[in-house]
């Protein structure tokens, strides 16, 4: 006899299989949260550093994605009450945004043992600064004899093509032409300035990177000489061995804080406070301060030392006196910007 | 008719139930989210489509998505069309041996093909460094973040859609036909242009179809290849959905470009089964 399988059986067998295939996998007993991390330094210093330590401390594991701040709040509005990650990690401007939408939890401070050990701008009652992005000009040594020294160097006419700037739906993008605008008469709510000075520095422009990822392999790739560009992105790159170096323009470099927050509705918000927990711990923070990451730390106890004090700030008293540009403001006029961006900036 | 054959379009059930539940509904939220007026979705208007047909940037931005997708489908059936012909003429150990060849792209993701491509192209990347080494240019030539580099690169990573139902298509062809046609005096480019191409118009249509659909929607490689300064709409989507958070806009932008591009693939399938009347009529 060969072996058969009625149709009956065949159908309910296929039918089953489906559902089981379709039906979502409840979390395993094991404790687990997930966490969104940015790319670059930040992943490296959250895989190497902050995880490690939260899995010997609560014995839980921790899985990282890595998503730029927009896309977070985007994914957290689209799944209200079921967010795809337990923590996210945002900028400024994203997470008012956030707030306004509505998808971030309170951070139960009172419980802390190290909020109070923030610097006073690094408290904030959603989610505490776990450090500060400080944006400069980036340039390639090896190409660029004398550095840069202020924004202005970027229209000189030694660097046509050889510019690399990135879209504004990073902050860094964002702050650049906030900046520039604020030098040249405007505001955060008057960008006009900033985009006419923009204009005029497209004939120096050799790529405009869509997104931050692709922004460093400009630098990597040697495309463009001299960038805009985060500072411990630039510091990483350098301790990889690529030819890079970082200057802090003459007017201050424009520096946003980066927050971690437990998200509404997140499974294990209790994971989540001692994740957020142990990235403002002296210890973490001392260790993502050092070669090659120089992640700028907010606890007070953190010794700052090295790249650091050499290119932004000596004292922690200091690193409250960067440019600090007003999100709430910016926000408002974000989406007219990307839009004026797109019109005017084509090749 | 037997009885047994009555429920056989049950079997369909699963998979249209699937689509629906997956697929069509979605769709229609997408639908209804486009029809609010403002980011807070409380009134309901067709602001945001006039919005997007009404102002010709935006119009500029939806053009040349659908004619950087014509370009490189071009440049993927000019490669890809001697390529099936000569793996559907080889031996059969030399065919399995290219078919895997031209499948084996597929098997690795298209950020880390794309990527690898960002070293091929850059200032400093290997095909400058070979031009200037062999003295056909003086300096390096910009590929990377322009159109054309753009259209090399998606042709690149599309090419086994093309290829694949080219040689399905290729196969099927009687040998014999090649044969009547020499028999009956015609050279061999005349047999070509008789009776292989038209033949072959079926597979043709089918690879144009799939490359054309996947490259106007490659944001990857649209946007790591192309930059910021080359807005085609899935970038300029994935802007307004999460730069401006504007969802409702994002939502009318993506409904008018489904719209565009099934009116491009309707007509290259029209191309496909129009011709092939010709001949057979």
Excluded at chain 1, 78 to 84: D, E, L
Excluded at chain 1, 187 to 201: C, I, K, V, Y
Excluded at chain 2, 264 to 270: G, K, P, R, Y
Aim: hydrophobic residues 50%; glycine residues 6%; proline residues 7%.
């Amino acid at each position: 006899m060969t072996p058969s399988i009625d149709r009956r059986t065949f159908v309910r067998g296929g039918a089953a299989f489906a559902i089981a295939a379709l039906t979502p996998v409840p979390a395993s007993a094991k404790d687990q949260l997930v966490v969104a991390t940015f790319p670059g330094t930040w992943n490296e210093v959250h895989r190497e550093i902050l995880a490690p330590y939260f899995q010997k401390k609560t014995n839980a594991d921790v899985t990282q994605t890595i998503m730029l701040a927009t896309d977070q709040v985007a994914k957290l509005a689209a799944t209200r009450g079921q967010p795809p990650f337990d923590v996210a990690i945002l900028d400024e401007g994203p997470t008012l945004d956030a707030v306004k939408q509505g998808v971030l939890e309170k951070y139960p401070a009172a419980k802390s043992a190290h909020f109070n050990e923030l610097g006073p701008p690094f408290r904030n009652e959603w989610g505490p600064a776990i450090s500060m992005q400080a944006i400069g000009l980036a340039y390639n040594p090896k190409k660029v004899k004398t550095a840069p020294r202020s924004w202005d160097d970027l229209w000189n006419p030694a660097y046509k093509g050889r510019v690399g700037l990135t879209a504004l739906n990073s902050s860094l993008g964002m702050a650049f032409i906030v900046e520039l605008a604020r030098l040249k008469g405007g505001s955060e709510s008057n960008l006009e300035p900033g985009f006419l000075a923009l204009r005029t520095l497209l004939p120096n422009v050799g790529a405009i990177s869509a997104n931050l990822g692709a922004h460093s392999a400009l630098i990597q790739q040697e495309q463009v000489d001299v960038a805009v560009h985060n500072f411990n992105f630039i510091e990483t790159l350098k301790g990889k061995g690529v030819e890079v170096d970082w200057v802090k323009p003459e007017t201050g470099a424009p520096a946003w804080r980066t927050n971690l927050h437990i998200v509404k509705g997140a499974q294990r918000p209790d994971l989540a406070f001692e994740y957020i927990e142990g990235h403002i711990t002296p210890e973490v923070q001392a260790a993502m301060a050092k070669p090659p990451h120089f992640v700028i730390p907010t606890n007070r106890k953190v010794v700052l030392s090295g790249a650091i004090v050499d290119k932004v700030a000596r004292t922690p008293d200091e690193l409250t006196k960067l440019v600090f540009h007003d999100w709430t403001k910016i926000n408002e006029v974000r989406a007219a910007a990307i839009e004026r961006f797109n019109r005017e900036i084509k090749l | 008719m037997p009885a047994r054959s009555d429920g056989e379009w049950r079997l369909a059930l699963p998979v249209a139930a699937f689509f629906a539940l997956f697929f069509v509904a979605p769709l229609g939220v997408l639908f209804v989210v486009s029809l609010f007026a403002e980011p807070t979705m409380q009134t309901l208007a067709l602001r945001q489509y006039t919005r997007f047909l009404g102002d010709r940037l935006h119009l500029g931005i939806l053009v040349d998505t659908l004619v950087l997708g014509v370009k490189a489908t071009l440049v993927c059936l000019l490669l890809g069309y001697p390529l099936a012909w000569v793996i559907a003429r080889a031996r059969p150990r030399v065919q399995s041996l290219l078919v895997f060849v031209v499948i084996l792209p597929l098997l690795t993701s298209v950020v880390v093909r794309t990527f690898a491509w960002i070293v091929i192209l850059g200032r400093q990347g290997i095909l400058n460094k070979t031009l200037l080494a062999v003295g056909l240019i003086d300096e390096p030539v910009r590929l990377l973040f322009t159109e054309p580099g753009v259209v090399m690169v998606l042709a690149q990573v599309q090419l086994p859609l093309m290829i694949l139902p080219l040689l399905t298509t290729f196969q099927r062809i009687d040998p014999h036909l090649a044969d009547a046609s020499a028999a009956l005096g015609a050279g061999q480019w005349r047999t070509f242009a008789r009776v292989i191409a038209p033949l072959s118009l079926p597979g043709v249509a089918a690879g144009c179809v799939l490359v054309y659909a996947a490259c106007v929607t490659a944001f990857v490689t649209q946007t790591l290849i192309g930059g910021a300064r080359l807005v085609w709409v899935p970038l300029f989507m994935y802007q307004q959905a999460t730069g401006a958070n504007d969802w409702p806009f994002a939502a009318a932008i993506s409904i008018v470009f489904m719209f565009a591009v099934l009116f491009v693939v309707v007509l290259i399938n029209a191309a496909g089964r129009g011709r092939r009347a010709l001949v057979h009529g």
